[in-house]
Protein backbone atom coordinates (compact mmCIF):
# COMPACT_ATOMS: atom_id res chain seq x y z
CA UNK A 1 0.00 0.00 0.00
CA UNK A 2 1.33 3.20 -0.64
CA UNK A 3 0.22 4.96 2.35
CA UNK A 4 0.64 8.39 1.24
CA UNK A 5 -2.28 8.40 -0.75
CA UNK A 6 -4.30 8.03 2.07
CA UNK A 7 -3.23 11.65 2.88
CA UNK A 8 -2.61 13.32 -0.34
CA UNK A 9 -5.34 11.81 -3.14
CA UNK A 10 -9.01 12.64 -2.53
CA UNK A 11 -10.13 9.39 -2.12
CA UNK A 12 -7.71 8.42 0.10
CA UNK A 13 -8.50 11.87 2.31
CA UNK A 14 -12.47 10.61 2.04
CA UNK A 15 -11.51 7.15 3.40
CA UNK A 16 -9.57 8.72 6.19
CA UNK A 17 -12.66 10.89 6.88
CA UNK A 18 -15.14 7.48 7.13
CA UNK A 19 -12.49 5.85 9.27
CA UNK A 20 -11.89 8.37 11.82
CA UNK A 21 -15.66 9.20 11.96
CA UNK A 22 -16.78 5.34 12.70
CA UNK A 23 -13.53 5.05 15.14
CA UNK A 24 -15.52 8.60 17.26
CA UNK A 25 -18.41 7.18 16.73
CA UNK A 26 -17.34 3.88 18.75
CA UNK A 27 -16.11 6.18 21.33
CA UNK A 28 -19.35 8.27 21.64
CA UNK A 29 -21.14 4.64 22.62
CA UNK A 30 -18.86 4.21 25.05
CA UNK A 31 -18.59 7.86 26.84
CA UNK A 32 -22.46 7.64 26.46
CA UNK A 33 -22.82 4.61 28.17
CA UNK A 34 -20.13 5.24 31.36
CA UNK A 35 -21.93 8.34 31.50
CA UNK A 36 -25.11 7.12 31.89
CA UNK A 37 -24.64 6.30 35.15
CA UNK A 38 -25.79 9.92 36.49
CA UNK A 39 -29.16 9.08 35.24
CA UNK A 40 -29.62 6.29 37.79
CA UNK A 41 -29.52 5.97 41.54
CA UNK A 42 -26.54 5.79 43.47
CA UNK A 43 -25.56 8.21 40.64
CA UNK A 44 -22.39 10.03 42.37
CA UNK A 45 -20.49 6.66 43.42
CA UNK A 46 -21.03 4.46 40.72
CA UNK A 47 -20.11 7.59 38.44
CA UNK A 48 -17.02 8.41 39.77
CA UNK A 49 -15.36 4.59 39.70
CA UNK A 50 -16.66 4.58 36.34
CA UNK A 51 -14.38 7.66 35.44
CA UNK A 52 -11.77 6.14 37.42
CA UNK A 53 -12.32 3.20 35.77
CA UNK A 54 -11.38 5.20 32.35
CA UNK A 55 -8.58 7.48 33.91
CA UNK A 56 -6.73 4.51 35.66
CA UNK A 57 -7.04 1.33 33.35
CA UNK A 58 -3.94 1.54 30.86
CA UNK A 59 -5.63 -0.18 27.93
CA UNK A 60 -8.48 2.72 28.05
CA UNK A 61 -5.69 5.04 27.96
CA UNK A 62 -3.31 3.78 25.16
CA UNK A 63 -7.22 4.05 23.29
CA UNK A 64 -7.04 7.89 24.28
CA UNK A 65 -3.66 8.54 22.50
CA UNK A 66 -5.56 7.14 19.36
CA UNK A 67 -9.26 9.25 20.13
CA UNK A 68 -6.65 12.10 20.25
CA UNK A 69 -4.97 11.23 16.92
CA UNK A 70 -8.04 10.33 15.60
CA UNK A 71 -9.75 13.59 16.19
CA UNK A 72 -6.71 15.65 14.75
CA UNK A 73 -6.94 13.04 11.71
CA UNK A 74 -10.45 13.82 11.36
CA UNK A 75 -10.40 17.82 11.81
CA UNK A 76 -7.30 18.28 9.57
CA UNK A 77 -8.68 16.02 6.61
CA UNK A 78 -12.13 17.66 6.95
CA UNK A 79 -10.56 21.08 6.47
CA UNK A 80 -8.18 20.18 4.31
CA UNK A 81 -11.07 18.45 1.81
CA UNK A 82 -13.36 21.65 2.68
CA UNK A 83 -11.14 23.99 1.68
CA UNK A 84 -10.05 22.07 -1.95
CA UNK A 85 -14.19 21.28 -2.46
CA UNK A 86 -14.56 25.42 -1.85
CA UNK A 87 -11.94 26.38 -4.19
CA UNK A 88 -12.98 24.25 -7.15
CA UNK A 89 -15.54 26.86 -8.60
CA UNK A 90 -14.14 29.63 -8.48
CA UNK A 91 -16.65 31.64 -10.67
CA UNK A 92 -20.31 30.73 -8.91
CA UNK A 93 -23.56 30.34 -10.82
CA UNK A 94 -26.11 33.37 -10.86
CA UNK A 95 -28.91 30.61 -10.93
CA UNK A 96 -29.13 27.40 -9.00
CA UNK A 97 -31.92 25.19 -9.14
CA UNK A 98 -31.95 24.59 -5.17
CA UNK A 99 -30.66 21.35 -3.70
CA UNK A 100 -33.19 18.63 -4.13
CA UNK A 101 -31.17 15.51 -3.51
CA UNK A 102 -29.67 16.80 0.24
CA UNK A 103 -30.48 18.29 3.13
CA UNK A 104 -28.70 21.53 4.72
CA UNK A 105 -26.78 19.79 6.89
CA UNK A 106 -25.30 17.19 4.23
CA UNK A 107 -23.88 20.59 2.45
CA UNK A 108 -22.72 22.05 6.23
CA UNK A 109 -20.81 19.38 7.25
CA UNK A 110 -17.39 21.81 7.82
CA UNK A 111 -19.53 24.05 9.81
CA UNK A 112 -20.86 21.55 12.40
CA UNK A 113 -17.89 20.38 12.58
CA UNK A 114 -16.20 23.50 13.59
CA UNK A 115 -19.23 23.73 16.28
CA UNK A 116 -18.62 20.61 17.41
CA UNK A 117 -14.89 21.72 17.48
CA UNK A 118 -15.63 24.48 19.53
CA UNK A 119 -17.76 22.46 21.68
CA UNK A 120 -14.85 20.35 22.42
CA UNK A 121 -12.44 22.42 23.49
CA UNK A 122 -14.87 24.03 26.05
CA UNK A 123 -15.88 20.68 27.03
CA UNK A 124 -12.15 19.09 27.40
CA UNK A 125 -11.47 22.21 29.97
CA UNK A 126 -14.84 21.53 31.34
CA UNK A 127 -13.66 17.72 32.51
CA UNK A 128 -10.69 16.63 31.03
CA UNK A 129 -8.60 19.11 31.65
CA UNK A 130 -9.09 19.28 35.94
CA UNK A 131 -9.43 15.05 36.00
CA UNK A 132 -5.87 14.96 34.37
CA UNK A 133 -4.11 17.56 36.08
CA UNK A 134 -5.67 18.00 39.10
CA UNK A 135 -8.64 20.83 40.66
CA UNK A 136 -10.86 17.30 41.76
CA UNK A 137 -12.17 17.58 44.85
CA UNK A 138 -11.74 14.10 46.42
CA UNK A 139 -13.95 11.38 47.78
CA UNK A 140 -13.48 8.05 49.86
CA UNK A 141 -15.29 4.87 48.79
CA UNK A 142 -14.57 2.39 51.30
CA UNK A 143 -10.52 3.24 52.18
CA UNK A 144 -10.51 4.13 48.82
CA UNK A 145 -9.24 7.66 46.95
CA UNK A 146 -11.88 8.86 43.93
CA UNK A 147 -12.33 12.27 42.43
CA UNK A 148 -15.49 13.75 42.73
CA UNK A 149 -15.96 14.31 38.40
CA UNK A 150 -19.57 13.93 39.53
CA UNK A 151 -19.34 16.96 41.59
CA UNK A 152 -17.72 19.09 39.30
CA UNK A 153 -20.69 17.82 36.86
CA UNK A 154 -23.23 19.18 39.28
CA UNK A 155 -20.99 22.65 39.93
CA UNK A 156 -20.76 23.16 35.89
CA UNK A 157 -24.45 22.62 34.62
CA UNK A 158 -25.29 24.86 37.66
CA UNK A 159 -24.81 27.31 35.03
CA UNK A 160 -27.89 28.03 32.67
CA UNK A 161 -25.68 28.72 29.70
CA UNK A 162 -23.18 26.14 30.12
CA UNK A 163 -26.32 23.57 29.69
CA UNK A 164 -27.38 25.84 26.64
CA UNK A 165 -23.81 25.74 24.91
CA UNK A 166 -23.67 21.62 25.55
CA UNK A 167 -27.48 21.31 24.01
CA UNK A 168 -26.01 23.40 20.88
CA UNK A 169 -23.24 20.74 20.71
CA UNK A 170 -25.71 17.97 20.91
CA UNK A 171 -27.68 19.44 17.80
CA UNK A 172 -24.43 20.28 16.27
CA UNK A 173 -23.19 16.39 16.33
CA UNK A 174 -27.00 15.08 15.70
CA UNK A 175 -26.99 17.01 12.60
CA UNK A 176 -23.02 16.21 11.53
CA UNK A 177 -23.94 12.20 12.24
CA UNK A 178 -27.24 12.12 10.52
CA UNK A 179 -24.83 12.95 7.45
CA UNK A 180 -22.22 11.08 8.80
CA UNK A 181 -22.86 7.63 9.53
CA UNK A 182 -24.41 6.77 5.97
CA UNK A 183 -21.82 9.07 4.27
CA UNK A 184 -19.06 6.84 5.33
CA UNK A 185 -20.39 3.74 4.67
CA UNK A 186 -20.93 5.18 0.79
CA UNK A 187 -17.23 6.44 1.08
CA UNK A 188 -16.27 2.56 2.08
CA UNK A 189 -18.28 1.32 -0.30
CA UNK A 190 -20.16 -0.66 1.58
CA UNK A 191 -23.34 -0.65 -0.21
CA UNK A 192 -24.69 -4.15 -0.74
CA UNK A 193 -28.20 -3.31 -1.15
CA UNK A 194 -29.56 -5.40 1.57
CA UNK A 195 -26.69 -4.06 3.77
CA UNK A 196 -26.71 -0.61 2.80
CA UNK A 197 -30.40 0.51 4.10
CA UNK A 198 -29.64 -1.27 7.51
CA UNK A 199 -26.89 1.00 7.97
CA UNK A 200 -28.76 4.00 6.96
CA UNK A 201 -31.47 3.61 9.39
CA UNK A 202 -28.87 2.81 12.05
CA UNK A 203 -27.52 5.97 11.26
CA UNK A 204 -30.03 7.38 11.85
CA UNK A 205 -31.45 6.07 15.14
CA UNK A 206 -28.07 6.40 16.48
CA UNK A 207 -28.00 10.03 15.45
CA UNK A 208 -30.79 11.24 17.39
CA UNK A 209 -30.91 8.47 20.26
CA UNK A 210 -27.02 9.09 21.31
CA UNK A 211 -26.89 13.20 21.42
CA UNK A 212 -30.82 13.02 22.75
CA UNK A 213 -28.95 10.94 25.46
CA UNK A 214 -25.64 13.22 26.39
CA UNK A 215 -28.48 16.27 25.89
CA UNK A 216 -30.24 15.03 28.94
CA UNK A 217 -27.17 14.58 31.04
CA UNK A 218 -26.53 18.26 31.86
CA UNK A 219 -30.63 18.62 31.67
CA UNK A 220 -30.46 16.01 34.44
CA UNK A 221 -27.79 17.58 36.71
CA UNK A 222 -29.37 21.10 36.24
CA UNK A 223 -32.87 20.54 37.32
CA UNK A 224 -31.67 17.83 39.70
CA UNK A 225 -33.34 14.68 38.25
CA UNK A 226 -32.98 10.76 38.49
CA UNK A 227 -34.21 7.81 37.53
CA UNK A 228 -35.55 6.12 40.40
CA UNK A 229 -35.35 2.80 39.86
CA UNK A 230 -33.30 -0.58 41.18
CA UNK A 231 -29.88 0.60 41.71
CA UNK A 232 -28.35 0.33 38.40
CA UNK A 233 -25.32 0.66 37.47
CA UNK A 234 -23.41 1.02 34.32
CA UNK A 235 -19.82 -0.98 33.29
CA UNK A 236 -19.27 -2.37 36.72
CA UNK B 1 -49.29 17.13 -27.54
CA UNK B 2 -51.12 20.88 -27.96
CA UNK B 3 -48.72 22.95 -29.96
CA UNK B 4 -47.76 26.35 -29.30
CA UNK B 5 -45.69 29.09 -29.63
CA UNK B 6 -43.41 31.71 -27.42
CA UNK B 7 -42.18 34.55 -26.47
CA UNK B 8 -39.09 34.15 -24.05
CA UNK B 9 -36.54 36.80 -22.22
CA UNK B 10 -33.28 35.34 -22.05
CA UNK B 11 -30.39 35.98 -20.03
CA UNK B 12 -26.98 33.96 -21.36
CA UNK B 13 -23.29 34.51 -20.16
CA UNK B 14 -21.23 35.69 -22.90
CA UNK B 15 -17.61 35.67 -22.35
CA UNK B 16 -15.02 36.42 -25.58
CA UNK B 17 -12.37 34.73 -24.32
CA UNK B 18 -11.25 32.39 -21.37
CA UNK B 19 -9.26 35.86 -20.29
CA UNK B 20 -12.84 37.61 -20.63
CA UNK B 21 -14.12 38.76 -17.27
CA UNK B 22 -17.73 37.87 -19.04
CA UNK B 23 -20.96 39.43 -18.60
CA UNK B 24 -24.45 38.41 -19.22
CA UNK B 25 -26.33 39.71 -22.09
CA UNK B 26 -30.48 39.99 -22.20
CA UNK B 27 -32.20 38.52 -25.66
CA UNK B 28 -35.77 38.73 -26.76
CA UNK B 29 -36.66 35.92 -28.57
CA UNK B 30 -40.14 35.95 -30.54
CA UNK B 31 -42.01 33.01 -31.52
CA UNK B 32 -40.66 29.66 -30.84
CA UNK B 33 -42.12 26.48 -31.20
CA UNK B 34 -42.61 24.47 -28.54
CA UNK B 35 -41.33 21.53 -30.81
CA UNK B 36 -38.47 23.24 -31.67
CA UNK B 37 -35.44 21.65 -29.11
CA UNK B 38 -33.91 23.92 -27.25
CA UNK B 39 -30.31 24.37 -29.41
CA UNK B 40 -32.79 25.16 -32.52
CA UNK B 41 -34.26 27.60 -30.01
CA UNK B 42 -30.63 29.02 -29.41
CA UNK B 43 -29.80 28.96 -33.46
CA UNK B 44 -33.09 31.09 -33.99
CA UNK B 45 -31.54 33.24 -32.15
CA UNK B 46 -27.84 33.25 -33.26
CA UNK B 47 -29.08 33.60 -36.83
CA UNK B 48 -30.49 36.63 -36.31
CA UNK B 49 -27.41 37.74 -33.78
CA UNK B 50 -26.08 37.07 -37.41
CA UNK B 51 -28.36 39.16 -39.85
CA UNK B 52 -27.69 42.05 -36.96
CA UNK B 53 -24.06 41.69 -37.54
CA UNK B 54 -23.42 40.57 -34.18
CA UNK B 55 -21.35 37.99 -32.43
CA UNK B 56 -23.70 34.89 -32.19
CA UNK B 57 -23.41 32.90 -29.42
CA UNK B 58 -21.08 29.93 -28.97
CA UNK B 59 -21.83 26.43 -27.36
CA UNK B 60 -21.11 23.36 -27.84
CA UNK B 61 -23.21 20.51 -29.95
CA UNK B 62 -22.27 17.48 -31.83
CA UNK B 63 -24.91 14.43 -32.61
CA UNK B 64 -27.86 16.10 -31.44
CA UNK B 65 -29.32 12.87 -30.75
CA UNK B 66 -28.29 13.10 -26.99
CA UNK B 67 -25.26 10.38 -27.67
CA UNK B 68 -22.07 12.85 -27.79
CA UNK B 69 -22.20 14.55 -24.78
CA UNK B 70 -21.15 18.12 -26.06
CA UNK B 71 -24.26 19.86 -25.43
CA UNK B 72 -22.87 21.40 -22.33
CA UNK B 73 -24.94 24.66 -21.07
CA UNK B 74 -26.59 25.03 -17.38
CA UNK B 75 -30.75 26.32 -17.59
CA UNK B 76 -31.99 27.75 -14.89
CA UNK B 77 -29.26 26.67 -12.68
CA UNK B 78 -29.66 22.74 -14.14
CA UNK B 79 -27.17 21.37 -16.20
CA UNK B 80 -29.11 20.16 -18.95
CA UNK B 81 -32.15 22.07 -18.10
CA UNK B 82 -34.82 20.91 -16.41
CA UNK B 83 -35.82 17.63 -17.79
CA UNK B 84 -34.55 14.62 -15.85
CA UNK B 85 -32.25 12.24 -17.54
CA UNK B 86 -31.96 14.62 -20.79
CA UNK B 87 -29.50 16.51 -22.95
CA UNK B 88 -29.83 19.47 -24.11
CA UNK B 89 -29.98 18.32 -27.80
CA UNK B 90 -33.20 16.63 -26.54
CA UNK B 91 -34.84 19.04 -24.07
CA UNK B 92 -37.96 20.69 -26.01
CA UNK B 93 -38.88 23.90 -25.83
CA UNK B 94 -42.36 22.59 -24.60
CA UNK B 95 -40.26 22.29 -21.22
CA UNK B 96 -41.21 26.12 -20.99
CA UNK B 97 -44.18 28.71 -21.65
CA UNK B 98 -44.77 31.75 -23.10
CA UNK B 99 -43.18 34.82 -21.36
CA UNK B 100 -40.35 32.67 -19.28
CA UNK B 101 -37.24 34.18 -18.24
CA UNK B 102 -34.55 31.47 -19.18
CA UNK B 103 -30.68 32.12 -17.71
CA UNK B 104 -28.45 30.19 -19.20
CA UNK B 105 -24.78 29.72 -18.37
CA UNK B 106 -22.06 27.80 -19.05
CA UNK B 107 -20.55 24.90 -17.07
CA UNK B 108 -18.81 26.46 -13.72
CA UNK B 109 -15.42 24.44 -12.61
CA UNK B 110 -11.99 25.76 -12.43
CA UNK B 111 -11.21 22.37 -14.06
CA UNK B 112 -14.01 23.48 -17.22
CA UNK B 113 -12.21 26.75 -18.51
CA UNK B 114 -14.63 28.66 -19.99
CA UNK B 115 -13.37 28.85 -23.99
CA UNK B 116 -16.06 31.08 -25.18
CA UNK B 117 -19.60 32.30 -23.99
CA UNK B 118 -20.94 29.09 -23.00
CA UNK B 119 -17.80 26.42 -24.01
CA UNK B 120 -15.90 25.30 -21.76
CA UNK B 121 -13.33 23.15 -22.20
CA UNK B 122 -13.47 19.92 -20.98
CA UNK B 123 -9.99 18.21 -21.95
CA UNK B 124 -9.34 17.62 -18.73
CA UNK B 125 -11.88 14.73 -19.00
CA UNK B 126 -9.87 13.29 -21.72
CA UNK B 127 -7.13 13.17 -19.46
CA UNK B 128 -8.32 10.95 -17.18
CA UNK B 129 -9.45 8.33 -19.56
CA UNK B 130 -5.87 8.79 -21.17
CA UNK B 131 -4.63 7.86 -18.25
CA UNK B 132 -6.00 4.62 -17.43
CA UNK B 133 -9.61 4.20 -19.46
CA UNK B 134 -8.36 1.67 -21.81
CA UNK B 135 -8.03 -2.25 -22.24
CA UNK B 136 -4.61 -3.34 -23.31
CA UNK B 137 -5.58 -6.32 -24.62
CA UNK B 138 -6.89 -7.21 -27.84
CA UNK B 139 -10.55 -8.17 -27.92
CA UNK B 140 -11.30 -8.02 -31.51
CA UNK B 141 -13.88 -8.20 -33.82
CA UNK B 142 -17.57 -8.30 -31.67
CA UNK B 143 -17.61 -12.07 -30.62
CA UNK B 144 -21.16 -14.34 -30.74
CA UNK B 145 -23.20 -13.80 -28.06
CA UNK B 146 -22.47 -15.84 -24.79
CA UNK B 147 -19.32 -17.15 -25.98
CA UNK B 148 -17.73 -15.07 -23.20
CA UNK B 149 -19.98 -15.89 -20.11
CA UNK B 150 -20.11 -12.95 -17.82
CA UNK B 151 -22.72 -12.94 -14.63
CA UNK B 152 -25.44 -10.90 -15.31
CA UNK B 153 -25.70 -8.69 -12.82
CA UNK B 154 -21.70 -7.83 -13.70
CA UNK B 155 -22.93 -7.50 -17.38
CA UNK B 156 -25.82 -5.52 -16.51
CA UNK B 157 -23.74 -2.79 -14.22
CA UNK B 158 -20.85 -2.53 -16.47
CA UNK B 159 -23.63 -1.82 -19.47
CA UNK B 160 -25.03 1.13 -17.22
CA UNK B 161 -22.17 2.76 -16.43
CA UNK B 162 -20.88 2.48 -19.80
CA UNK B 163 -24.06 4.75 -21.04
CA UNK B 164 -22.21 7.87 -19.53
CA UNK B 165 -21.42 9.65 -22.41
CA UNK B 166 -18.37 12.07 -20.65
CA UNK B 167 -20.79 15.29 -20.50
CA UNK B 168 -19.28 16.87 -17.35
CA UNK B 169 -22.66 17.06 -15.99
CA UNK B 170 -22.22 15.50 -12.99
CA UNK B 171 -19.49 17.92 -12.63
CA UNK B 172 -21.81 21.05 -12.99
CA UNK B 173 -24.34 19.94 -11.17
CA UNK B 174 -21.49 19.14 -8.05
CA UNK B 175 -21.39 21.87 -4.92
CA UNK B 176 -17.56 20.91 -5.16
CA UNK B 177 -17.40 20.37 -8.98
CA UNK B 178 -16.11 16.79 -8.43
CA UNK B 179 -15.99 14.48 -11.26
CA UNK B 180 -16.20 11.05 -9.18
CA UNK B 181 -19.65 10.12 -10.92
CA UNK B 182 -17.48 10.31 -14.24
CA UNK B 183 -14.41 8.64 -13.15
CA UNK B 184 -16.59 5.83 -11.65
CA UNK B 185 -18.66 5.03 -14.37
CA UNK B 186 -15.37 4.88 -16.37
CA UNK B 187 -13.52 2.55 -13.66
CA UNK B 188 -16.53 0.03 -13.02
CA UNK B 189 -17.60 0.02 -16.79
CA UNK B 190 -14.16 -1.84 -16.98
CA UNK B 191 -13.68 -3.46 -13.58
CA UNK B 192 -16.67 -5.15 -14.12
CA UNK B 193 -15.96 -7.16 -17.44
CA UNK B 194 -12.99 -9.57 -17.84
CA UNK B 195 -11.07 -7.51 -20.47
CA UNK B 196 -10.47 -4.83 -18.15
CA UNK B 197 -9.00 -7.14 -15.94
CA UNK B 198 -5.49 -6.63 -16.42
CA UNK B 199 -5.43 -2.91 -15.57
CA UNK B 200 -8.06 -3.23 -13.08
CA UNK B 201 -5.92 -2.04 -10.34
CA UNK B 202 -2.88 0.45 -11.85
CA UNK B 203 -6.41 1.55 -13.99
CA UNK B 204 -8.36 3.51 -10.98
CA UNK B 205 -5.61 4.83 -9.26
CA UNK B 206 -4.12 6.51 -12.32
CA UNK B 207 -7.73 7.70 -13.63
CA UNK B 208 -7.99 9.05 -9.99
CA UNK B 209 -4.52 10.67 -9.40
CA UNK B 210 -5.37 12.29 -13.23
CA UNK B 211 -8.40 13.28 -11.61
CA UNK B 212 -7.10 14.93 -8.32
CA UNK B 213 -4.26 16.77 -10.84
CA UNK B 214 -6.62 18.42 -12.80
CA UNK B 215 -8.31 20.41 -9.84
CA UNK B 216 -11.71 18.97 -9.44
CA UNK B 217 -13.51 18.61 -6.03
CA UNK B 218 -13.97 15.79 -3.96
CA UNK B 219 -16.89 14.12 -3.05
CA UNK B 220 -19.17 14.84 -0.53
CA UNK B 221 -22.03 12.32 -1.00
CA UNK B 222 -24.95 14.86 -1.66
CA UNK B 223 -25.73 13.36 -5.03
CA UNK B 224 -26.91 16.05 -7.42
CA UNK B 225 -24.45 14.15 -9.31
CA UNK B 226 -27.22 11.35 -10.42
CA UNK B 227 -30.03 13.76 -10.37
CA UNK B 228 -28.46 16.11 -12.84
CA UNK B 229 -26.71 13.14 -14.95
CA UNK B 230 -28.76 13.10 -18.97
CA UNK B 231 -27.80 9.12 -18.24
CA UNK B 232 -28.91 8.23 -14.55
CA UNK B 233 -24.92 7.19 -13.70
CA UNK B 234 -25.81 5.66 -10.11
CA UNK B 235 -23.78 7.27 -7.25
CA UNK B 236 -23.17 3.30 -6.29
CA UNK B 237 -20.66 3.77 -8.71
CA UNK B 238 -19.03 5.89 -6.90
CA UNK B 239 -18.73 3.50 -3.72
CA UNK B 240 -17.43 0.89 -6.35
CA UNK B 241 -14.72 3.26 -7.39
CA UNK B 242 -14.16 3.86 -3.51
CA UNK B 243 -13.81 0.01 -3.18
CA UNK B 244 -11.44 -0.46 -6.50
CA UNK B 245 -9.74 2.44 -5.11
CA UNK B 246 -8.98 1.30 -1.77
CA UNK B 247 -8.32 -2.73 -3.23
CA UNK B 248 -6.00 -1.74 -5.58
CA UNK B 249 -4.17 0.25 -3.12
CA UNK B 250 -4.02 -1.90 -0.06
CA UNK B 251 -3.06 -5.20 -2.22
CA UNK B 252 -0.38 -3.20 -4.63
CA UNK B 253 1.43 -4.76 -7.74
C1 LIG C 1 -14.25 18.19 15.92
C2 LIG C 1 -14.64 18.68 14.85
C3 LIG C 1 -15.13 17.95 13.62
C4 LIG C 1 -14.95 18.44 12.37
C5 LIG C 1 -14.27 19.75 12.00
C6 LIG C 1 -15.55 17.50 11.45
C7 LIG C 1 -15.61 17.67 10.08
C8 LIG C 1 -16.09 16.75 9.19
C9 LIG C 1 -16.11 16.93 7.77
C10 LIG C 1 -15.68 18.17 6.99
C11 LIG C 1 -16.59 15.77 7.23
C12 LIG C 1 -16.72 15.44 5.76
C13 LIG C 1 -18.09 15.60 5.30
C14 LIG C 1 -18.34 14.96 4.01
O1 LIG C 1 -17.48 14.21 3.50
O2 LIG C 1 -19.43 15.19 3.54
C15 LIG C 1 -16.90 14.88 8.31
C16 LIG C 1 -17.42 13.63 8.17
C17 LIG C 1 -17.73 12.77 9.18
N1 LIG C 1 -17.62 13.05 10.54
FE1 LIG C 1 -16.83 14.73 11.33
N2 LIG C 1 -16.06 16.45 12.13
C18 LIG C 1 -15.82 16.68 13.47
C19 LIG C 1 -16.19 15.87 14.51
C20 LIG C 1 -16.79 14.63 14.37
C21 LIG C 1 -17.20 13.82 15.48
C22 LIG C 1 -17.07 14.20 16.95
C23 LIG C 1 -17.72 12.67 14.92
C24 LIG C 1 -18.27 11.44 15.57
C25 LIG C 1 -18.37 11.19 16.79
C26 LIG C 1 -17.64 12.77 13.49
C27 LIG C 1 -18.07 11.80 12.61
C28 LIG C 1 -18.03 11.92 11.23
C29 LIG C 1 -18.41 10.90 10.28
C30 LIG C 1 -18.93 9.51 10.62
C31 LIG C 1 -18.21 11.44 9.00
C32 LIG C 1 -18.50 10.76 7.67
C33 LIG C 1 -17.29 10.38 6.88
C34 LIG C 1 -17.61 10.31 5.42
O3 LIG C 1 -18.23 11.23 4.86
O4 LIG C 1 -17.25 9.34 4.79
N3 LIG C 1 -17.09 13.98 13.19
N4 LIG C 1 -16.57 15.49 9.51
S1 LIG D 1 -21.71 10.49 -15.25
FE1 LIG D 1 -23.52 11.36 -16.29
S2 LIG D 1 -23.29 13.56 -15.98
FE2 LIG D 1 -21.29 12.68 -15.55
S3 LIG D 1 -20.16 12.74 -17.50
FE3 LIG D 1 -21.17 10.73 -17.43
S4 LIG D 1 -23.14 11.04 -18.47
FE4 LIG D 1 -22.36 13.09 -17.99
S1 LIG E 1 -25.39 17.35 -28.90
FE1 LIG E 1 -24.74 15.27 -28.59
S2 LIG E 1 -25.64 14.83 -26.67
FE2 LIG E 1 -26.42 16.79 -27.09
Known amino acids: MNWSLLFSSSIGKKIVMALTGIFLVVFLVVHCYVNANIFFANAEENFNRAAHFMGSNLLVRITEIGLFAGFILHIVQGYKLELQNRGSRKTRYAVTAGNKTSKWYSRSMAILGTLILLFLIIHLAHFWVPSRFGGLEEVYYGDKKFHNLYLEMKNIFAEPWVVIVYLLGCFSLSWHLLHGVQSAAQTLGWTNKNFFPMIKTIGIVFSILVPLIFALMPLAMYFGLQLDLENITLLF | ?253
Open chain 2, 1 to 253: MQHYSMNLKLKVWRQKNSNDNGHFENYDVNNISSEMSFLEMIDVLNERLISEGSDSIAFDHDCREGICGMCSMVINGQPHGPWKGTTTCQLHMRAFKDGDQITIEPFRANAFPVVKDLMVNRSAFDRIIQSGGYVSVNTGNAVDGNSLPIEKQHADDAFYAAACIGCGACVAACKNASAMLFVSAKVSHLALLPQGEPERKQRVVSMVAQMDKEGFGSCTNTYACEAECPKEISVLNIARLNREYLNANLSGN
